[in-house]
């Protein structure tokens, strides 16, 4: 109800993370309260604080990426690793891009037409 009655006033995402904002200190304090009193509010305040960190985050990345065609996001240049490679050859090629599963293939058994 926060984030609704925040954007009125500003843009969706800046009403989220005011509210998200105003949530998390809600969280602290009720976390300090439950130290002291509850300990069960100490797990519902770190609830409260983590959902309110991943709407925020949710929301910002859902608006960087508003607007862009998924072939931006594509990958085109696969890497295919023999089966007789070895865990070496595989390491390097994980480390030297942002692949993270490779096809394993017999390249002997590929026709080439």
Do not use: C, H
């Not at 300090?32 to 309110?52: D, K, R």
């Not at 390097?92 to 058994?109: C, P, Y």
């Amino acid at each position: 109800m926060l984030r609704a009655f925040l954007a009125l006033r500003f843009d969706y995402v800046r009403a989220t993370k005011i509210a998200a904002a105003i949530g998390q200190g809600m969280a602290l304090l009720l976390g300090m309260l439950g130290l002291f009193t509850n300990p069960f509010l100490v797990f519902i305040a770190l609830f409260v604080w983590i959902g309110a960190a991943a709407e925020s985050g949710a929301v910002q990345t859902k608006a960087a990426l508003a607007g862009l065609p998924v072939q931006a996001a594509i990958l085109t240049d696969f890497e295919v690793l023999s089966y007789r490679d070895s865990l070496a050859t595989a390491s390097q090629a994980l480390l030297a891009g942002s692949q993270i599963d490779f096809r394993v293939v017999d390249v002997s058994a590929i026709e080439f037409a």
